[in-house]
């Protein structure tokens, strides 16, 4: 019986080294969900977190395997999968993949928009390899997943990081399909949740820069929402907004702050 059960396993080990399995069934994000960890630190109750670069610097060729991983992805083998599988991938592409453009100048930078000058910025070099082709971090964000008419999904702003202070924090964990919608729902509130970027005072609402940024796709009609402040009204709870208070989100006459950006790299700081 073991002599069967090595035979078996020498000949499925033999099988992917010819034919790499990347349907959705077999592909894994394994190597980043360790990565991050090992490397991404919750502060703030997970409200924030800060990233070890150090950490990955150590363990880059697990990083350089991984990217790797994902550029074998064929395009007939992505376009098989569930949306929410393939929405995961690409979420988890471009996080990784801007880990990996830092990387490439750390320690010496401050922000990642000190990466290039426009027009040739860090969001414009076509540094990620999917599908047989080359992308920007802006093709994959704009392009593949917004721009694709496939997810109309406004809560991966709560997931794309941008290794930088403001943007809402990398999880510490990968994206996966099974559980994509409670990952995003979870980012969601711990973003609403944090009083350095979005609250309620004085009957005027201070919120990130995101929502305005990217208005548009919070008013394309996800779960019946068609505006930012019918966005905003699901998470009055979050925003500190006192849920028998007269102030009343539905009807879009509020005020509406929106807060300046920290483009400082989301580093680990002594803090």
């Given at each position: 019986m ?8 020498s ?17 894994t994000h ?48 992505f376009d ?7 929405l ?19 320690p ?7 990466i290039g ?8 070099r076509r540094?990620?390899e999917?599908f ?9 964000e ?6 694709s ?8 702003h ?5 290794a ?35 609250y309620?005072?004085d ?7 995101i929502?305005?940024w ?7 009609g ?18 500190g ?10 009807t ?7 807060l300046?950006?920290?483009w ?5 700081t002594?803090?």
């Amino acid at each position: 019986m073991e002599k069967l059960k090595s035979i078996y396993s020498s000949f499925w080990a033999a099988v992917l080294l010819v034919f790499p399995l990347t349907c959705s069934a077999h592909f894994t994000h394994e190597k980043w969900d360790r990565l991050l960890k090992d490397h991404v630190i919750s502060i703030r109750d997970a409200q924030v977190t800060q990233v070890d670069y150090d950490g990955f610097l150590k363990n880059k060729r697990i990083l350089d395997n991984y990217l790797a991983d994902l550029s074998a992805v064929g395009r007939p083998d992505f376009d098989s999968w569930k949306k929410s599988e393939q929405l995961a991938f690409l979420i988890n592409a471009y996080n990784a993949w801007t880990i990996q453009v830092v990387l490439a100048r750390y320690p010496d930078l401050e922000s990642i928009r000190e990466i290039g000058l426009f027009p040739f910025s860090v969001w414009r070099r076509r540094v990620v390899e999917l599908f047989g082709d080359r992308y920007s971090l802006d093709e994959v964000e704009h392009e593949l997943i917004r721009g694709s008419g496939l997810f109309e999904e406004p809560r991966i702003h709560f997931a794309l990081n941008c290794a930088a202070v403001g943007c809402p924090a990398l999880r510490p964990e990968a994206y996966v399909g099974a559980r994509l919608s409670q990952q995003l729902e979870d980012n969601t509130k711990l973003f609403l949740t944090d009083k350095s970027r979005n609250y309620f005072k004085d009957e005027t609402l201070y919120v990130s820069r995101i929502f305005d940024w990217y208005r548009e796709d919070f008013e394309k009609g996800w779960l019946g929402v068609d505006s930012v402040c019918q966005f905003l009204n699901a998470y009055r709870e979050q925003l500190g907004i006192n849920l028998d208070s007269n102030f009343c989100l539905q009807t879009d006459d509020i005020r509406l702050n929106y807060l300046d950006y920290d483009w400082s790299l989301n580093r680990v700081t002594l803090d």
